[in-house]
């Protein structure tokens, strides 16, 4: 076993990984999460056309700049505009029409009075204070967006923002790569499923569910292959299964110095070339990432429960984005922000400490759960959003104090 550091393993797991080529098309209303494969653009300007940004009247500029409250102006109130229609009308001089927001601007209209500055008398509007500037409250066709430019770059995640442009670009269909398909599986003579009664011994398996949750999370497939028993046989046929079948496996457990310990050696015999074995990150110490002639890539993670979301979090994460064809430099997400509590370390592993950033009085501070941190204890995990970051040699961090936060 070679222990290398976090921040080796991160190079070569990214080095391993390449992205995904292979794309579907798929309805805009299902693109929630995916990620663009190619550049979207629009035929269209945006705003489409020049149109009101409020409810007033639309004017000409030169008509109203010299009015003031002691002697305001009067127009002629020709038509009105709601959103929606095209006028067909143009406005002249000492002319004025109604006009809501959203509403195209007639020929003539350079500027918008909003009705709050005016008062209506029958045919007529009395402007009570001039605009500030020619063109106030008018959104110009193109000022946001012309026609031609990039809107969205490949390997852009569609998130809330992205559906709407990707919406008002009308791409009703979007290209998308394809989702990473990963496998999950559990391995130890000691688990059972969530249904079977518990025995004297037994730990029911809950990594299972826990990578389930990270792999749709991140944008995956997951497929669940269950859990095999500490059999070198089973345990084959089971990485045989799941390396022919998804782009990524995530195992848990069997991989530290135990005699139940196999997947190191099985990987091997089926034909995996690894690459990492071990990192100097506690918790997560035993992990094996080993990739196959077919591009798979495979993490062996710890068996024990936060070591092994802590192995995802940190740097599983950081493949399934590059794979999944997500631009840009992937590394992990890190702040400084000030310690809650007191934090502790050994300092020999970079450690890291579960628990929330929260808001308070302006400013995140970082709040160590409660309870034990202990590898194995999975239920003080609860809602963690954030895992402090003590690099090797820092053994403490006083309450107060500025830490390194990896927000998850
Ligand atoms: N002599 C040494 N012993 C251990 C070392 C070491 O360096 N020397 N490393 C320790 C560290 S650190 C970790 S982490 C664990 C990793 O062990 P394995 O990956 O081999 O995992 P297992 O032995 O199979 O199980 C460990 C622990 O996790 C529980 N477990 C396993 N699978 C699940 C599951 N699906 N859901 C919930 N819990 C699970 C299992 O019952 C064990 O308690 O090794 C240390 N040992
Ligand atoms: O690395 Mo183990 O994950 O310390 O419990
Ligand atoms: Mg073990």
Redesign the pocket.
Known sequence: MTMISVQDAQTIILDLVTSLQETETIELDQATGRILAEAVTSGLDFPYWDNSAMDGYGVRFEDVNQGDTNQPITLKIVAEIPAGIKPEISIRSREACRIFTGAMLPDGVDTIIIQEKTQKQGTQVIVLSPPQYCGEFVRKKGNFYQSGDILLSAGTKINEPEMAILATAQCSQVKVYRRPRVAIL???N??ITTTEKLEPGQ??????YALKAFIIKNGGIPISLG?VK?EPALIKQKILEAINTADFVLS???????D??Y?DNILLEVGGEISVDSVAM?????LTVAKFDNGCVYF??????V??LVGCWRLVKLALDKFSGIKGEHKPQLITVKSAHDLSSQGKRETYIWGQLKPVNGEYLFSLAKGQQN??N?INLGLTNALAMLPIGVTKIKEGETVTVLML
């Not at 848990?252 to 135990?258: F, I, L, P, R, W």
């Not at 506690?282 to 035993?286: F, L, N, R, T």
């Open positions: 559990s391995t130890g000691e688990l730990i029911i398996d809950s990594n299972q859990i500490d848990t457990g069997g991989v530290s110095v135990g139940y310990d997947i506690k918790p997560g110490k035993p062996g993670l710890p068996g024990n429960p070591s092994a590898s194995a999975l």
